[in-house]
C-alpha cells in the first residue's frame, strides 16, 4: 500500500509540474527573471544593504572598520544640546502642516480614506507639525547637525518651488501643442531637446547665460539700463537661479507626459461642449483636467521625488553656495559620505529622505485618487 501511495503522490506531483511547465507562467517567469534579478542585486540589496549600514559607524576607507552603534546615527540627525519646545518655532510652516487636517477629514467624508488611516494620519500631522517642528536648540544649545537639517529645508524649499511651476508650464504647453502641424511637431521637439542633455552640459549653458558680466541675461539688464545681477552668488537668487535652470531642462519631459494624456481624452467630449456653447476655459475645467487626473497624478509624484533628489545642478553651479543658501540634503549625504568617509551617517540620511519621498509619494495616491 505504502508503494503504491508513494506513485501516485510521485504520479500527482509529475503531472502539476507538467501543467506547470506548460502553462503561460513559464513565458511569464521567463520574461521577468532577468528583471527580478537586476532589481534584487542592484536595487532591492542596496537598499537592505545601507539600512543595515545606518546602525553602525563604517569608515569609507576601511569597509571592515565597523562599529555597532544602534540609533546614534539618528540621534545626531534629529537631536543636539539644551534642546527645548516652543509654540512659535517655525509657526509658519507648522500652520501649513496642520491645514492638512481639514483635508483628511474632508478625504474621510468622501470615504477616500478609512476611519482607521484618518485618525493615523490625523495623529501623524499632530505629531510632525504640531510637536515635533516645535523642538529646537534652546539657550546655547544646538543641533548635533545643523547642516542636516539646513540642507534638507532647502531641498523642500527647492521642491516647493520647482514642482508647481514645472507642473504647471508642462500642462500649459502640452494645451497649446496639443494639435496637429508641422510648426507644432517642431515646437514640441524644441521643447524636449533640453531633456536629453546631461546635467554637465545644462549646467555649463546656464553658468555661462547667468554670468553677470559675460552671460546674455547680464547684456541683457544692461541694455535696457538695468544692474546685472549676480545670480549664482545671491543668497536671494541663487535658489531661484537653480529652479529657473530645472524648468527650462525638465518641462519638456512633463510636456510629453501631459501630451499623452490629452490624446487619450474622447474627442467626442469637447465636440458635445461646442455644440453646448462651452468656452474653452469651461471645456478646459470640466473635460481637460478631469481626463488628465491620473496623468497629472503621475507627472506630480515624478516630480516632486525628482526634486528631492537634487544634487548635479547644485553641486555644479553653485557648490551649495552662497553661504549654505543652495545646499540640498543629496550633497550633504554624498560629503558626509565620500569626503567625510561616514558611510554609516549617510546611509541614516539616507533611508531618512527614502522614507520622506516613500511617504509623500503614499499620501498623494491616497488623497488624490485616480477616480474622483
Do not use: C
Request: aromatic share 14%; proline share 4%.
Amino acid at each position: 500500500m505504502t508503494a503504491v501511495a508513494d506513485r501516485t503522490s510521485t504520479h500527482g506531483t509529475d503531472s502539476r509540474l507538467r501543467a506547470f511547465l506548460a502553462s503561460d507562467s513559464v513565458s511569464a517567469w521567463s520574461f521577468l527573471l532577468p528583471f527580478l534579478v537586476i532589481y534584487l542585486l542592484f536595487l532591492l540589496y542596496p537598499v537592505i544593504q545601507a539600512v543595515i549600514m545606518g546602525f553602525y559607524d563604517w569608515d569609507f576607507l576601511d569597509i571592515s572598520d565597523r562599529t555597532f552603534i544602534g540609533l546614534e546615527n539618528y540621534g545626531r540627525m534629529f537631536w543636539g544640546t539644551n534642546m527645548t519646545w516652543d509654540v512659535t518655532q517655525l509657526w509658519q510652516w507648522r500652520l501649513v502642516g496642520l491645514l492638512g487636517i481639514p483635508l483628511v477629514l474632508r478625504a474621510h467624508r468622501r470615504r477616500a480614506v478609512s476611519r482607521t488611516a484618518m485618525i493615523t494620519l490625523v495623529l501623524g500631522v499632530v505629531a510632525v507639525f504640531g510637536i515635533a517642528m516645535g523642538v529646537h536648540p534652546g539657550v546655547d544649545g544646538r543641533w548635533y547637525d545643523s547642516q542636516f537639517w539646513g540642507s534638507f529645508g532647502n531641498t523642500v524649499l527647492f521642491t516647493v518651488m520647482s514642482t508647481p511651476a514645472i507642473v504647471a508650464l508642462g500642462l500649459g504647453l502640452a494645451v497649446a501643442l496639443n494639435r496637429p502641424g508641422r510648426l507644432v511637431g517642431f515646437l514640441r521637439t524644441l521643447f524636449f531637446a533640453p531633456y536629453v542633455l546631461s546635467v554637465a552640459v545644462l549646467t555649463l549653458i546656464w553658468a555661462f547665460l547667468l554670468n553677470p558680466t559675460t552671460g546674455l541675461i547680464g547684456s541683457a539688464f544692461e541694455t535696457v539700463g538695468l544692474e546685472p545681477i549676480n545670480w549664482l552668488n545671491n543668497p536671494t537668487w541663487a535658489m531661484p537661479a537653480i529652479v529657473v535652470t530645472t524648468l527650462w531642462w525638465t518641462v519638456g519631459f512633463n510636456l510629453v507626459l501631459f501630451l499623452a494624456g490629452l490624446q487619450d481624452i474622447d474627442k467626442s467630449q469637447y465636440e458635445a461642449a461646442d455644440i453646448d456653447g462651452a468656452n474653452g476655459w469651461e471645456k478646459f475645467q470640466f473635460i481637460t483636467v478631469p481626463g488628465l487626473r491620473r496623468t497629472t497624478l503621475l507627472v506630480v509624484t515624478l516630480q516632486i521625488i525628482a526634486s528631492f533628489q537634487i544634487f548635479g545642478q547644485v553641486f555644479i553651479m553653485t557648490r551649495g553656495g552662497p553661504n549654505g543658501a543652495t545646499r540640498v540634503a543629496i550633497q550633504h549625504i554624498y560629503e558626509s559620505g565620500f569626503r567625510d568617509f561616514e558611510l554609516g551617517y549617510s546611509s541614516a540620511m539616507s533611508l531618512f529622505l527614502f522614507v520622506v519621498m516613500v511617504g509623500i509619494s503614499v499620501l498623494q495616491f491616497k488623497f488624490f485618487p485616480e477616480e474622483s
